[in-house]
């Protein structure tokens, strides 16, 4: 039974290879919220029959894959791409690309995903038939067919261009009842078992009619005229699983595996993939559980398709194997026939010193015949005659060619062994111009000439065959590289930019465009970063993130502006200009009165500091990034790390903390309102005021004042809890006042975090999740309860802040019942839980002012790391106070750099080769690196050679140089500068050689 059951299961197992209708409603439920709103980059064509569109939208990028009649659903892995696209591909290009995706659903309960681009007059639809030979088709907004990939028909419904694509034919989940199940099983084949009746008299699969039998306690292999009346359980198991296919919440994916014995190690097969663990496998050993059922099946075909890439790998490795195996047996046997011939120069040449009289009586003889003219048929019957009659100068004679002036004899080596006299005589080519002892020496010329070319052939065959090695293990390799699937790997947000890490490690980042310089200004140049800039037209804005505020070294210096200059005309030119620096605060978008500061250009103002020794000498390198699991144990080289920040930290501003949790919320109040740095004068509050009555106006003007007032200042914070609403500003009315008089007006605005503004956005874009909604506090018409405070009530405000300012929301209430505690009859209870009130307000107080004191000494040893820095005292740091340098280093910069090195130790577990083109003296201690000067090479064939460079490295491991094959061409073109020259050690001397 145990075997019989384990044959079922695989036999269950090997069924599933194509999305069933429940997987297609899971896999939207999964990826419909990340997948609307994001436009379409570009489209491509893996093969005839998958495609790939490649989405975005702000800081995210996908890639959602769409196999004909197979499969849907984001991948989190790269694939290789036609070169050329498809006919299909570019007819869908031209429509839909760069247009928004506004709604995505599954045409009833059919394996049918209905994908609808833009609105209006220039709404299009992509729709991808996942049943039988599968089908994408490209529609306009009344569903008429502009390309597909095959035309059919369907119910007297031709799929063809121009056609109304038929979506009406779509049918919905039906209701499951007694009657329809039993309707199924009456108009089934007898002979057929009851799964089969169920599963084509139903709209489920054979999977879920499977697990509903099972569950119901019913054999799937039971004829289906045993079953008189439908059980009530299997009409609830049918009814239970359409209500799961029913619901839109997303549900957990899972991978039905089997471990495979291979050699010491096991490996995991996978055999299938489901949204629901069906009873068939709710108590199957290999369980692979993931989050999504859209990961599960991502996992699952990725899997798949590595398979068959070994597969076809291994048999092109056989391929190439057996060419290999044939130039090695092409050489030999030429070695061997030239060896033959040496030796039977030799022989003959042997056999002709034996017979040297004999040779030589019979050319006299031969040469004598045809002087005398006689014709050449008649000397052939002479010959014949003398050798019938024994003639031995006859005897020897073979044949004539006498054309040619040549004579075959037959001659016998004089010193053979009685057993050796039946051996063949040699048959020898004799010279008729010449002498036999000329002829002798003919033979040994030819003999070492066959000998000369016998060693000439094999340093040649064994300088081949190594070639042909070479060239074999070069195919395979970039076979390999070409079909393997590596996972996406996420962008740093500098890497739009062109950028690198100096030396000291900073990170240096610059525009490519106008719009990019604009966009650093903008967006990323913080208080204490500095500016770089070349003195010439056309220069890119260059910044130096420097969230310490330390002084810039010298090495960074001279990097940046070098950097700086090189991207400008001048390195087109050739000509080497001043370049400066400058700090954050001295870079303007405000122009002089009466001018205009266009797009990407920038007013100066205050001392510029130059840097005159810059030069145009750069380098394209690679960085590699580690593993996640290896920064622990990783101590990286100088001049090959940067400063560590989570990014998706990279938008949010200094000092602005979003509160998850009531402690969070709690330091976060008592931060801003302990008073010290508060930030704000009486004229500033009275500002404050003034201008939140004027601010209720509208909305929208109280959200926009809210985000100045952030950006340009820190507020107080009011007493209640921070959450993720936006909050706006208070309307006081008569009735707060008469109904708590001791409490804090809110008339201060809530600084917001990072995620706030992002919320906020996102609502007036029109764009909100449902989870932690952004309330906006809708528009008030004024009322006499509604007026704005006068000016004494501004004033009692003001007085009421200054002396309970310290409380929040929950000591005003103990406070308060402090107060009125007297007035309650049980005095007893009431003492007691006044005491505890007491207490914990004092633990209250105790709690923040030892977090007051945390954060002034932390700030206070950050301050004298910074002052030794400055000094030039780094080397007389401990190792805890050079972890807190990295901590400050690291603090603003919105990025992780510190899994990234140049020069990787041996056994890292290095992921990802990023491409670099940085100043020469910044990449100097980097494994892979090669300097660049200005030319005339254009930049496909300069990255093009130097990766061919970098795979002659004697020092570089396998790893490291797949990865760097693996890396994108456009990806190597866009990182280059521009045309250069490439000077490397060696690099003329390959040049000559391969002349």
Not at 307 to 331: C, G, M, P, Y
Request: charged share 35%; proline share 4%.
């Amino acid at each position: 039974e145990t075997l019989q059951t384990r044959s079922e299961q695989k036999k269950r197992m090997a069924t599933k290879t194509r999305f069933s209708s429940l997987d297609v409603r899971k896999v939207i439920n999964d990826i419909k919220d990340d997948v609307i709103g994001m436009r379409l980059a570009n489209f491509y064509d893996q093969n005839k029959k998958t495609y790939i569109m490649k989405l975005y939208k702000p800081d995210l990028k996908c890639h959602l894959l769409i196999e004909s009649g197979i499969r849907m659903h984001l991948t989190q892995f790269t694939r290789n791409k036609n070169d050329i696209p498809s006919g299909f591909c570019l007819k869908v290009r031209k429509h839909i690309r760069t247009k928004r995706i506004t709604d995505m659903r599954q045409l009833g309960y059919d394996r049918i995903v209905d994908f609808t681009f833009g609105s209006g007059e220039a709404q299009y639809h992509i729709i991808a038939e996942l049943y039988a030979k599968g089908n994408v088709i490209l529609t306009d907004k009344d569903y008429n067919i502009l390309t597909l990939l095959r035309r059919y028909s369907i119910r007297d419904n031709d799929v063809a261009v121009g056609c109304v694509y038929p979506y009406h034919l779509a049918r919905d989940i039906e209701e499951i009842d007694s009657a329809k199940l039993t309707k199924a099983l009456g108009r089934a084949d007898p002979k057929k078992n009851i799964k089969v009746a169920l599963t084509r008299g139903t709209q489920f699969g054979a999977q879920a009619v499977d697990h509903c039998l099972i569950k119901s306690g019913i054999d799937p292999k039971s004829k289906a005229n045993t079953i008189e009346e439908v059980p009530d359980i299997l009409v609830e198991s049918f009814q239970e699983l359409a209500d799961f296919a029913k619901s839109d919440s997303p549900s957990p994916g899972y991978i039905i595996y089997t471990v495979v014995p291979k050699g010491d190690q096991e490996l995991k097969k996978y055999d299938m993939f489901l949204p629901y663990l069906f009873c068939p496998f709710d108590n199957y050993e290999h369980i692979l559980e993931l989050p999504t059922f859209n990961e599960a099946a991502d996992v699952f075909f990725t899997q798949i398709e590595a398979n068959k890439i070994d597969v076809e790998n291994a048999l092109k490795e056989q391929t190439i194997e057996r060419s290999l195996n044939k130039v090695k047996q092409d050489h030999e046997n030429r070695i061997k026939a030239l060896k033959d011939d040496v030796e039977k120069c030799e022989r003959h040449a042997q056999l002709l010193l034996q017979n040297i009289d004999l040779v030589d009586e019979c050319i006299n003889n031969m040469n004598a015949t045809i002087a005398t003219q006689i014709d050449w048929q008649k000397l052939k019957q002479i010959i014949k005659e003398e050798q019938r009659n024994q003639n031995p100068i006859a005897e020897i004679i073979h044949s004539l060619d006498l054309e040619k002036k040549t004579m075959l004899v037959l001659l016998y080596d004089q010193y053979l062994d009685e057993d050796e006299m039946t051996l063949p005589a040699e048959v020898i080519s004799i010279d008729l111009a010449v002498s036999a002892h000329k002829n002798v020496s003919l033979l040994f010329e030819k003999k070492k000439k066959a000998a000369d070319k016998v060693v000439r052939t094999e340093k040649a065959a064994e300088q081949a065959l190594v070639s042909a090695e070479n060239r074999a293990i070069q195919q395979m390799n970039d076979m390999k590289t070409r079909a393997s699937i590596q996972k996406i790997r996420k962008l740093y947000w500098f890497e739009k930019f062109a950028w690198f890490i100096s030396s000291d490690n900073y990170l240096i980042v610059g525009g490519r465009d106008i719009q990019q310089n604009e966009m650093l200004y903008r967006r990323y140049l913080n208080d204490g970063d500095n500016y770089f800039h070349a003195q010439i037209q056309g220069a890119a804005s260059v910044i130096c993130k420097n969230p310490g505020r330390f002084e810039l070294p010298p090495k960074t210096v001279q990097q940046g502006s070098t950097f700086a200059l090189c991207h400008s005309s001048a390195w087109k030119n050739d000509v080497v200009v001043p370049a400066y620096w400058i700090n954050s605060d001295q870079v303007s978008k405000t122009a002089q009165t009466g001018e205009y500061l266009p797009t990407g250009s920038f007013m100066i103002r205050g001392k510029k500091n130059f840097v005159n020794n810059s030069n145009l000498d750069m380098a394209f390198a690679f960085i590699f990034q580690l593993d996640e699991n290896y920064r622990e144990n990783y101590e990286g080289n100088e001049g090959e790390e940067g400063e560590t920040v989570d990014e998706n930290d990279a938008t949010q501003d200094d000092g602005v903390e979003s509160a998850e949790s009531d402690e969070e919320a709690y330091e976060t109040e008592e931060s801003d309102e302990s008073g010290e740095e508060t930030g704000k004068s009486e004229e500033a509050e009275e500002f404050e005021e003034e201008s939140e009555e004027e601010s209720e106006e509208s909305t929208e003007e109280n959200v926009a004042s809210t985000e100045e007032s952030d950006e340009s200042s820190s507020q107080e914070e009011s007493g209640e809890e921070v959450d993720y609403t936006v909050p706006l500003i208070r309307e006081e009315t008569e009735k707060d006042k008469t109904e708590s008089p001791t409490k804090k007006p809110k008339s201060g605005k809530k600084r917001m975090s990072a995620y706030e503004k992002r919320q906020l956005r996102k609502q007036k874009e029109g764009v909100v999740p449902n989870d932690n909604p952004v309330k906006l506090k809708k528009k008030k018409k004024p009322t006499n309860t509604d007026m704005a405070p006068k000016r004494r009530q501004k004033y009692k405000e003001k007085k009421r802040k200054e002396k309970y300012g310290w409380q929040d929301e929950e000591d005003r209430e103990l406070m308060m019942e402090l107060l009125h505690g007297s007035s309650d009859p049980n005095v007893s209870k009431k003492e007691i839980e006044t005491e505890k009130i007491r207490e914990d307000i004092n633990f209250k107080k105790n709690r923040k002012n030892e977090i007051n004191e945390n954060r002034r000494r932390k700030e206070a040893e950050e301050e004298r790391i910074r002052n030794l820095v400055r000094s030039g005292k780094i080397d007389d740091l401990s190792p805890e106070e050079l972890e807190t340098l990295e901590s400050i280093q690291a603090k603003g910069l919105g990025v992780d750099l510190s899994l990234l090195t140049g020069n990787p130790e041996p056994g890292a577990p290095i992921i990802y080769a990023i491409p670099v083109c940085a100043p020469y003296s910044a990449v100097k201690n980097y494994k892979y690196k090669v300097k660049i000067t200005p030319g005339k090479m254009r930049k496909g064939k300069a990255t093009k050679a130097i990766v061919n460079l970098f795979m002659k490295h004697p020092n570089g491991t396998k790893r490291e140089k797949d990865l760097i094959k693996a890396v994108p061409d456009p990806e190597l073109i866009l990182t280059m500068i521009g045309q250069c020259k490439i000077a490397a050690p060696g690099m003329n001397q390959r040049r000559r050689k391969k002349r």
